[in-house]
C-alpha cells in the first residue's frame, strides 16, 4: 500500500498570503495524484488531478505541482472561503490511498 | 446532471451488517463503462478513508484493512449501488460518502451518511 504523507498538519494564514502545502508518497505513483477541498458538512471536492490539471470550475489560484514521489498544492493568494481541510490521493495502485490531509486555517 | 444520494439505516448494532445504497439519478450508470463507483468514509474527527469501488464492465477493489468484510454490488435496474459491511464495530461508524470516480480521481460525491455503530 502506498502511503502518503502530508505536511504540515496546520497551517494559518492570513487572507492574501501564498500557502504551499506537501504531500510525499511512499513509492512513485507517476502524475496519478490528485487534490481535494473539504469542508465541514460538504462533499469534498476535486481541485486539482494528474498531479497538476485544475478540475473544471476551480479558480486559477489553485495549481498543483509534483511527479513521482513528491508533490506540491499552492494557493497563490488565500481567501477567506479557503479554509478547508486539503488531502491528496493516490491512484496508480491499488488500493487507493489519501493522505492525513492538511487544514488551512484563516487568521 | 449526475447526482448522487446515500442511504442507509443512521444506526447499526455491533456485530451486525452495515447496508449503504447510493441512488444514481439523472443519468445511467452504464453510460459510464469505463468510470468507477465507490465508498469513502470519515471517521469522526479523522480523515477520509477509501473503502470501495467498481466499474460497470467488472472488476471490484477492496480497501485490504478491511479484511473481506465489505462487499459492493451494483443494480443496474434501479441505477444504484450498494455496499454492505460486515461484522461492525464502533470504529466503522463514520460519515459514509458514494463517489464516481474518472479515470484517477473522484469527481463526483453524494453528501454523505452518517452511520453510527451502538448497541
Known amino acids: 500500500e502506498i502511503v502518503l504523507t502530508q505536511s504540515p498538519a496546520t497551517l494559518s494564514v492570513s487572507p492574501g498570503e501564498r500557502v504551499t502545502l506537501s504531500c510525499r508518497a511512499s513509492?512513485?505513483?507517476?502524475?496519478?495524484l490528485a487534490w481535494y477541498q473539504h469542508k465541514p458538512g460538504q462533499a469534498p471536492r476535486v481541485l486539482i488531478f494528474?498531479?497538476?490539471t485544475r478540475a473544471t470550475g476551480i479558480p486559477a489560484r489553485f495549481s498543483g505541482s509534483g511527479s513521482g514521489t513528491d508533490f506540491t498544492l499552492t494557493i497563490s493568494r488565500l481567501e477567506a472561503e479557503d479554509s478547508a481541510i486539503y488531502y491528496c490521493?493516490?491512484?496508480?495502485?491499488?488500493?487507493?490511498?489519501f493522505g492525513p490531509g492538511t487544514r488551512v486555517e484563516i487568521k | 446532471q449526475l447526482h448522487l444520494q446515500e442511504s442507509g439505516p443512521g444506526l447499526v448494532k455491533p456485530s451486525e451488517t452495515l447496508s449503504l445504497t447510493c441512488i444514481v439519478s439523472?443519468?445511467?450508470?452504464?453510460?459510464?463503462?469505463?468510470?468507477?463507483w465507490g465508498w469513502v468514509r470519515q471517521p469522526p474527527g479523522k480523515g477520509l478513508e477509501w473503502i470501495a469501488a467498481?466499474?460497470?464492465?467488472?472488476?471490484?477493489f477492496y480497501n485490504p484493512s478491511l479484511k473481506s468484510r465489505a462487499a459492493i454490488s451494483v443494480d443496474m435496474s434501479k441505477n444504484e449501488f450498494s455496499l454492505t459491511l460486515s461484522s461492525v464495530t464502533a470504529a466503522d461508524g463514520a460519515l459514509y460518502f458514494c463517489?464516481?470516480?474518472?479515470?484517477?480521481?473522484?469527481?463526483?460525491w453524494g453528501q454523505g451518511t452518517l452511520v453510527t455503530v451502538s448497541s
Open positions: 494528474d498531479a497538476f
Open positions: 463517489a464516481r470516480m474518472v479515470w484517477s480521481f473522484w469527481d463526483l
Open positions: 467498481m466499474s460497470y464492465s467488472g472488476g471490484s
Open positions: 490521493q493516490q491512484r496508480n495502485t491499488w488500493p487507493l490511498t
Open positions: 513509492e512513485s505513483v507517476r502524475s496519478y
Open positions: 439523472g443519468d445511467s450508470i452504464s453510460s459510464y463503462p469505463a468510470y468507477y
